[in-house]
């Protein structure tokens, strides 16, 4: 398992870190690369995206089932697999199949330890776990808080 704060710190030669050679990425979305309430795709983000899928194959892997996620894959250009049932692999193996990649090569990227922590682990593959995008919010909110008030005072 690796660690990293955002999915901008998640490149070509971070995933080679993990030795798999060939590496297929199963990118979670909510939180991950789509703020909680945000209706789009930060555009840094989704640029960052498009470069990594450059380097290696993305497919985007959700729990979720709204038009949200589906406007995430359109504009990234993506193929998804929605309401995947992570961490159960029940969905996600017959959909690697179809797409002709093997378990061995994926690397699932995410924010939940419960499940895309456990997805890797069922699917016997590395995981890259991030900072929730809302958590890193709420951070930054509490730390400016805290520097209104000061100005307050
Ligand atoms: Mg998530």
């Known amino acids: 398992m690796m660690r990293r704060h955002s999915i901008l710190e998640v490149n070509a030669e971070v995933l080679s870190m993990l030795g798999t050679p060939q590496p297929v990425v199963l990118l979670d979305i909510d939180n991950t690369i789509l703020a909680p309430r945000g209706a789009e795709i930060d555009s840094g983000v989704a640029a960052h995206v498009r470069q990594l899928s450059q380097d290696v194959r993305i497919l985007l892997c959700t729990n979720n089932l709204t038009d949200r996620q589906r406007r995430v894959s359109e504009t990234l250009n993506l193929p998804i697999l929605m309401r995947a049932m992570k961490p159960l692999t029940w969905w996600v193996k017959p959909w690697l199949k179809q797409h002709h990649i093997a378990e061995r090569d994926v690397i699932v990227v995410g924010d939940q330890w419960v499940t895309d922590g456990w997805l890797a682990k069922a699917l016997r593959c590395p995981v890259v776990l991030l900072d929730p995008i809302a958590e890193d919010?709420?951070?930054?909110?509490?730390?400016?808080?805290?520097?209104e008030k000061r100005w307050k005072l």
Request: proline content about 0%; hydrophobic content about 45%.
């Open 137 to 147: 919010t709420h951070l930054l909110t509490r730390l400016l808080r805290r520097v």
